[in-house]
């Protein structure tokens, strides 16, 4: 192995491919490590899997990028036809009993989706899962950041604090996914093949002290290494429209 070049996944493949298909997640010298991060020292590397005995970290690190994938299929979906900008994703938990992503579709008349339209919607994740599509993590400076998302309002404004909350006080953390970049700390999954089941669930209206009024889009999931009865799933999906009452990014930021 390089340092500073070789990541967990290099580590999977010396293993055999099996052990690399169903690794989503590491834990190197005791800190939660994306797969295609490189390594930086000498450490003690354990991969983790959704079949774990606890799989509490990676069940977090599944709906966080589950997360960040709702805003690749909302920029994907629409294109040029309304402006999107998304907002964020605040971390929401499993028992809450969906991810969400917060965006604004500059529409000329209120949407309420048709569940047929949640559905195509969905379909641009399932889409994606079949492509294996990794999740990269990237670290760029603030300014490079700000460039960036510089058509993104919301981005920008969150950036100078997402910076000096960091251990330089200039830099930002980013993911990317196909050709989707978003602001993110993750940790996030190794690659969008570990996705089974993926639905969008609910779109909501919802007003945000300091962004106004957005949509609130709303979704459940289940790991590819995973099975679940069809009648369980659907009282999933039934509990992951209930509309979130989870804070948005710029709620915490305004409490910070």
């Known amino acids: 192995m390089n340092k500073g070049l070789s990541t ?27 797969m295609h991060r490189p390594l930086t020292e000498d450490c003690t590397l354990q991969l983790l899997h959704f079949q774990d005995d606890d799989p509490t970290s990676l069940n977090k690190a599944f709906w966080t990028s589950c997360s ?9 979906a629409f294109k ?6 998304l907002c964020g994703f605040p971390r929401s938990s499993i028992e809450s009993g969906s991810f ?18 949640l559905q195509i919607l969905g379909k641009i994740i399932t889409k ?17 950041a700000q460039e960036m998302f510089s058509d993104n309002q919301y981005k920008a404004d969150q950036i100078p604090q997402i910076a000096s909350k960091s251990m330089s006080g200039n830099k930002v953390t980013l ?16 690659s969008s093949a570990h996705i089974g089941i993926f639905n969008v669930t609910a779109i ?4 945000c002290p300091k962004y106004g009024d957005i949509q609130r889009v709303q979704g ?29 990014v710029g709620e915490i930021f305004m409490a910070a």
């Open 8 to 34: 967990p996944y290099n580590c999977a493949m010396h293993i055999g491919e099996h052990i690399t298909q169903k690794s989503a997640l590491a834990i190197v010298n005791d800190e939660l490590w994306d």
């Open 68 to 76: 960040f994938l709702l805003g690749h299929m909302l920029e994907t």
């Open 80 to 85: 040029d036809q309304y402006y999107v900008q």
């Open 100 to 117: 969400v992503h917060d965006v604004h579709i500059n529409t000329p008349f209120p949407w309420n989706p048709t569940s047929i339209e």
């Open 128 to 144: 994606l899962a079949m492509q294996d599509a990794k999740f990269e993590r990237l670290e760029v400076d603030a300014s490079v």
């Open 175 to 190: 993911y990317r996914v196909d050709n989707h970049i978003d602001i993110s700390v993750g940790p996030m999954i190794a």
């Open 204 to 207: 909501h209206p919802h007003h």
């Open 220 to 248: 459940v999931a289940l790991p590819s290494q995973l099975s679940l009865h069809y009648l369980a799933m659907e009282q999933l999906k039934e509990r992951a429209s209930r509309k979130s009452t989870v804070k948005t």
